[in-house]
């Protein structure tokens, strides 16, 4: 951890105020007052009695009671308030779960009423019909992959998420997904290389979620090529790891924002000029994922001239 986010870490008021807490509920707060209450108390009785500044035993004993007193309200009040917080970010996964899954139906029943309508089975679709339906189809598909985004990270909070884990050729998972986006990426055009020399890649992690973490680089790196460009997919080995690269030659991350695209629902400023979709869940959810899976990931990028994002796994050796 770098020093300037310990620093980081121990801004109390900018803890609480993401917390949406006031100071004296905030458990940052109380956990450093009930530090300064035991050490400052402590302090002045061990000064006291060292000086004989107090010569009965109960008024020590009191002393100590009184610290002891203050310690236990702030430990409640501490436990209270991490309760609280424990309830609310359950309940909050619990809505995001069941909203989510109440509106895929829907959204499902959407799309193929929407792509019936354009099949023109029902009657003859007019070119300006058809141009407000791929507007409907475009947009119902933003929100199916919002829903997507959000059920993902609504599991991910669970207990269980992250606890299967078999191993699997990365570079084989990696062919797969490539095959499924050549369409996409013959109609962007843009070329994707796959550079892949090592006889093994197989790694231990699950490999729905990195399939994940794939398909959102690559989807990434497809959408933000201006107009054509080429794609260049690494797997080696490197000290005992797997390391995955992708490479774009796309519109780049501004310097500014780099330091945010690992949050949730943030996206680049320069990205909205190309009318890109996403849900700015993606990279999050890639994080957390690689993150879970003993694994490390990072990105470098100049606005303008293209991105490369990575990530190492560990590495099963034979």
């Not at 004993?61 to 610290?67: K, N, P």
């Not at 490539?178 to 790694?203: C, G, H, P, Q």
């Not at 990105?299 to 796994?313: C, D, P, Q, R, V």
Request: glycine share 4%; aromatic share 10%.
């Amino acid at each position: 951890m770098r020093l300037k986010d310990i620093i980081d870490d121990f801004n109390i008021l900018k803890r609480c105020h993401e917390y949406s807490l006031p100071l004296w509920q905030c458990p940052k707060f109380l956990f450093l007052t009930m530090g300064v209450v035991i050490i400052v108390g402590l302090s002045i009785v061990n000064l006291a009695l060292v000086n004989n500044y107090i010569e009965s035993p109960e008024v020590v004993a009191l002393t100590a009671l009184i610290l002891t007193a203050i310690s236990l309200v702030i430990a409640f009040v501490t436990t209270q308030v991490l309760e609280n917080l424990a309830s609310v970010s359950r309940m909050k996964s619990e809505f995001i779960s069941i909203v989510s899954h109440q509106l895929r139906s829907p959204l499902s029943n959407l799309k193929w009423a929407i792509e019936l309508l354009m099949s023109g089975r029902l009657g003859k679709v007019e070119e300006k019909q058809t141009e407000y339906f791929h507007i409907l189809k475009e947009n119902s598909a933003r929100m199916h992959e919002l829903i997507s985004d959000l059920l993902v990270i609504s599991r991910m909070e669970t207990a269980g998420f992250f606890s299967k884990k078999t191993p699997f050729s990365l570079t084989e998972l990696t062919k797969e997904i490539i095959e499924r986006f050549s369409v996409f990426a013959k109609s962007s055009n843009i070329s994707i290389v796959l550079d892949s020399r090592e006889r093994t890649s197989d790694v231990i992690a699950n490999s729905n979620h990195i399939q994940l973490v794939v398909e959102n680089f690559l989807d990434n790196a497809i959408r933000y090529v201006k107009q054509s460009g080429d794609i260049k997919i690494k797997i080696e080995n490197r000290n005992g790891k797997i390391y995955f690269e992708i490479k774009d030659n796309g519109v780049g991350i501004p310097n500014d924002d780099q330091k945010y695209i690992f949050q949730k629902f943030f996206r680049a400023k320069n990205v909205m000029k190309y009318q890109t979709q996403g849900s700015g869940l993606g990279l999050y959810i890639a994080k957390n994922i690689i993150e879970k899976s003993n694994g490390k990931i990072g990105f470098k990028s100049k606005e303008n001239e293209g991105s490369t994002f990575w990530f190492t796994l560990p590495l099963i050796k034979h």
